[in-house]
């Protein structure tokens, strides 16, 4: 049986994630990891905070802090807010983290050695008055398509178009707002991405038809719009230093300038990657501590990412289509580099263990805010914590599950939400729950009862029951998350039409043991209901699960229907919960667009 190894895109450390941050990588994957375990699959779910790189000592600085210290905290309040949101990581770790450190620098020299890191001199944008290089978002200034003062040396968020520092009119720097700068030479370290382009583009169409459209096509666009080798090194403080004292020659037989790259850090787009190999490695120390051992021996981990302990893994990875490019190419190019060797023209296998790349890659379009983009840079759209203020997790879990921007971008509405989730978990899911319950409670004395056999209408049942149950597993295995909540959503709808026909209520008027067949049937549905919406609502689910006295929760069903609506037995004392979702009412949409704003709110930004 195959383990699955998960990964999400790592959310930056700076500041609170927006729901589309949310919809694109978390969600699904904690998703797609409660079904997996549920399935008896061991599963390793693994997430990080990215927290290298320009924004964090933009933002750390803004806020009064040590880098250090604002990582640190920021770290804190994304994990307490993914727990709260019920993600269900195994780990959540820090790409700051000693383990990824030491993976970076050990990855890098490897690469080098090997030929697929190479030095060269870049002409850099340096400030006199910060006495520092400035890095592309450290530089800004005045758009030059179309006027925006504020744009960034790398990219205007106004028009979006991608920039050169020298492109700005009157830039400045980010720092200090000096406009005393001028353009230096500096040295940097390169991967040689070119090198490894057919191995790529081979790779690549292998995988069409299994993964989404929307990857392969950005994937192969980058390389047929030409391939550039990648600096992977900046002019910072913050981040995993270059150290390449210890580095041996490359295969030229030179040796890295080591004054030259003293004062140099790794690119975060070239550290970050690693930090899913880092966070594994953090997560097998954390459990050797809890058991009182010392730090975990390299197998703890490396049975996740590394051949042959690895051959077993099924390796899923989550993101946004914007993060798709560094998880098709740069980081494959990473792997690539280090689990192969070119000599004379050939490749050939290293002779270290080759590392494990990624077997499924789900790529999510954006989630926008009426229709434009949500926005950390500029606060726009509902952030995760605003979030939980207004409505319990689930809420939201549901709707952006249903609503995945999986073919194309999908528009969030506040008058969409409140149809969907009264529709689908109020006046579903929560009316069949709530109905038959009360009606156990005050006709069968709370208890399943026993009596009658089943009849027409159960057998039916049952086949219609096998069927939703087989297309259910069938989409989440094919991490296809709308067709998924699709298929759940229609399980819950044949048990309200079951209800609805069958018609205890009247039953019970002249056939007891009728009644008690169509009773003890809905609470068996009830108790599937729990087992099957776990991956989804994970935090109702529980409640439901309690309400019937269903201990197995996470362990999901056969595709038998006739199985899992016979599996309470008669005696079993049941309870009524609180209503499990209350209605979303239009005073609350009309408080929330005044809050948070609408489609004027898109149109005016």
């Known amino acids: 049986m195959s383990r699955i190894l998960i990964t999400s895109a790592l959310p930056y450390v700076n500041g609170v994630k927006h729901l589309g941050t949310l919809a694109g990588s978390m969600l699904p994957a904690d998703v797609y990891a409660r079904f997996q375990r549920a399935r008896g699959r061991e599963t390793l779910y693994i997430c990080a905070t990215d927290e290298h790189g320009t924004p964090a000592e933009l933002a750390a600085a803004a806020a009064g802090q040590t880098v250090a210290d604002y990582c640190a905290e920021q770290h804190r309040i994304q994990h307490d807010l993914g727990r709260a949101f019920g993600l269900s990581w195994d780990h959540f770790g820090r790409s700051s983290s000693p383990q990824n450190h030491k993976l970076t620098q050990r990855f890098a020299q490897a690469l080098w050695e090997a030929g697929f890191i190479e030095e060269r001199v870049t002409q850099l944008v340096y400030s006199l008055a910060d006495k520092r290089f400035l890095p592309d978002r450290y530089v800004v200034g005045t758009c030059p398509h179309c006027g925006y003062q504020q744009a960034r040396g790398d990219q205007c968020d106004n028009c979006t178009r991608l920039l050169d520092p020298a492109d700005l009119i009157h830039p400045r720097s980010a720092v200090s707002g000096s406009d005393e700068i001028e353009i230096r030479d500096s040295k940097h370290l390169f991967l040689m991405q070119t090198a490894f382009e057919p191995k790529l583009r081979e790779w690549i169409n292998a995988k069409k038809g299994e993964w989404p459209i929307l990857v392969t096509s950005i994937a192969l666009k980058w390389l047929d719009e030409g391939l550039k080798d990648r600096g992977i090194t900046r002019d910072l403080t913050w981040g995993v230093p270059v150290n390449a004292m210890d580095w041996g020659p490359n295969p030229q037989g030179q040796l890295p300038d080591v004054a030259g790259l003293a004062d140099k850090v790794f690119y975060v787009w070239f550290d970050a990657p690693i930090e899913y190999i880092g966070a594994t490695w953090e997560w097998a120390d954390a459990r050797a501590q809890e058991a009182g051992e010392g730090p975990a021996e390299d197998i703890a981990w490396e049975r996740w990412w590394r051949e042959p302990h690895a051959a077993d893994v099924t390796y899923v990875e989550f993101m946004g289509k914007d993060n798709v490019p560094f998880h098709t190419v740069g980081f494959p190019s990473t792997l690539f580099g280090l689990n192969e060797n070119r000599v004379e023209g050939e490749w050939r296998p290293a002779s270290n263990a080759p590392w494990k790349l990624v077997d499924t890659l789900k790529g999510f379009n954006w989630l926008n805010w009426y229709g434009g983009r949500f926005s950390t840079t500029h606060q726009r759209g509902v952030f995760m914590d ?142 599937l209901f729990a087992r099957v919406s776990a991956p989804f609502i994970p935090f109702a689910a529980e409640t439901i699960a309690e309400a019937v006295g269903e201990g197995d929760l996470h362990a999901w069903p056969q595709a038998d229907g006739a199985a899992e609506l016979t599996r309470l037995k008669p005696g079993r004392p049941v309870t009524t919960p609180e209503v499990l979702f209350r209605k979303v009412d239009d005073a609350q949409v009309a408080e929330w667009t005044a809050r948070f704003g609408g489609a004027e709110a898109v149109e005016t930004a």
């Open 386 to 527: 605003a979030a939980l203020e207004l409505l319990p997790p689930d809420y939201w879990r549901w709707y952006l599950t249903a609503n995945a921007p999986e073919s194309s971008d999908t528009a969030f509405t506040w008058e969409q939400f409140q149809a969907q989730v009264n529709a689908d978990l109020a006046d579903v899911l929560g009316n069949f729950v709530n109905r038959i319950l009360k009606f156990t409670e005050t006709r069968f004395e709370g208890v399943v009862p026993d009596g009658g056999e089943a009849g027409p209408l159960e057998l039916k049942l049952y086949d219609d029951v096998t069927a939703q149950l087989v297309e259910l597993t069938k989409q989440l295995e094919a991490v296809e998350f709308r067709k998924a909540a699709q298929a759940l959503r229609a399980l819950w709808v044949i048990g309200n039409g079951y209800l609805t026909e069958a018609a205890p209520w009247t039953a019970i008027k002249t056939d007891r043991d009728r009644a008690a067949v169509v009773v003890r049937t809905g609470l068996n549905l009830v108790a």
